[in-house]
């Protein structure tokens, strides 16, 4: 099964930016869809954005218009760019593969302060 490593995480400013990148142990070419998920402490695991094979994405509303997700085949890697970071955008944020047939990775911590 792929393995992912996310990292890019970090503290930040409310209103400023952060790029989280993906790396998988194996081509993520043949991988129909990634995704983006975050989970705030004492919520649910939640999906932020997604990208299929063939470039199409879809955010969730929360993000939509501030955070950008990418693919990039040769590298094995998706990024998520965020920008205009809002406090209530603090969580662990993890990828996988939709649908995910992987343990999830150890995520990378995002904190905003206000």
């Known amino acids: 099964q792929v393995q992912l490593v996310e990292s890019g995480g970090g503290l930040v400013q409310a209103g400023g930016s952060l790029r989280l990148s993906c790396v998988a142990s194996?081509?993520?070419?043949?991988?129909?869809?990634m995704g983006w998920y975050r989970q705030a402490p004492g919520k649910q695991r939640e999906l932020v954005a997604t990208i299929t094979k063939g470039g199409n994405t879809n955010y969730a509303d929360s993000v939509k218009g501030r955070f950008f997700i990418s693919r990039d085949n040769a590298k094995n890697t998706v990024y998520l760019q965020m920008n205009s970071l809002k406090v209530e955008d603090t969580a662990v944020y993890y990828c996988?593969?939709?649908?995910?047939?992987?343990?999830w990775g150890q995520g990378t911590q995002v904190t905003v302060s206000s």
């Open positions: 194996r081509s993520i070419f043949s991988i129909n869809a």
């Open positions: 996988a593969a939709i649908p995910r047939t992987h343990s």
